[in-house]
């Protein structure tokens, strides 16, 4: 989530953009006049799996999303958790399968919504049941899955270049259609999968 801090936490002052000395020189961020609280708003880490089933690949459509897009599991992490148990526990509370390995892939950035993507691949067992936020799912042999230009999609790509596939991303056109009528909604609870 991206919420915009606008009072101080600890004496409720409203916020001030104020610069000061940091390590790395001056630095302009919101600040409590008052108190000297400094809202740092470092990017929120977001874990997402590439969940492999019977050597297919899951993608899921969020019940928030356009009709012809799926994209990885994600969710945030969470306090006391490492990212391994995370994205275990996301898979299971999204689609109901048991993660069995985790290998990370890499971690990617997500500037639009302040966010680090934390990817891994996943080999899962189980019956899949998505959980109320997801509405449906498909399962992809590699050579059919296609990568989109951001978050996520960047991930897919590096994990298919791991197996061997060269991947092939969305055309512009192809990814306008995928997501239309996104940009236009509300911003969803839940992290994006793009």
Request: charged fraction near 25%; charge should be negative; aromatic fraction near 8%.
């Amino acid at each position: 989530m991206h919420y915009e801090v606008r009072f101080c936490p600890h004496c409720a002052t409203e916020l001030q953009p104020i610069t000061l000395a940091e390590d790395g020189g001056d630095k302009e961020r919101l600040r409590c006049p008052a108190c000297g609280w400094t809202h740092w708003n470092n990017p929120t880490p977001v874990l997402a799996a590439i969940v492999e089933i019977d050597g297919k690949v899951l993608l899921a459509r969020n019940a928030a999303w356009p009709g012809k897009m799926f994209a990885l599991i994600t969710g945030f992490m969470e306090a006391g958790e490492s990212p391994q148990e995370g994205i275990a526990r996301e898979v299971k509370e999204e689609t109901n399968l048991d993660v069995q390995s985790t290998t990370l892939v890499g971690a990617y950035e997500f500037l639009r919504m302040n966010q680090i993507i934390i990817a891994y691949h996943v080999v899962a067992t189980g019956q899949v049941q998505l959980s109320p936020e997801l509405v449906d799912y498909r399962l992809y042999d590699l050579p059919d899955l296609k990568c989109w230009p951001a978050g996520t999609g960047y991930a897919l790509a590096d994990w298919l270049r791991t197996r061997g596939h060269e991947p092939v991303f969305f055309t512009a056109e192809e990814n306008a259609e995928r997501r239309r009528g996104l940009d236009e909604q509300a911003p969803a609870a839940t992290p994006p999968k793009d």
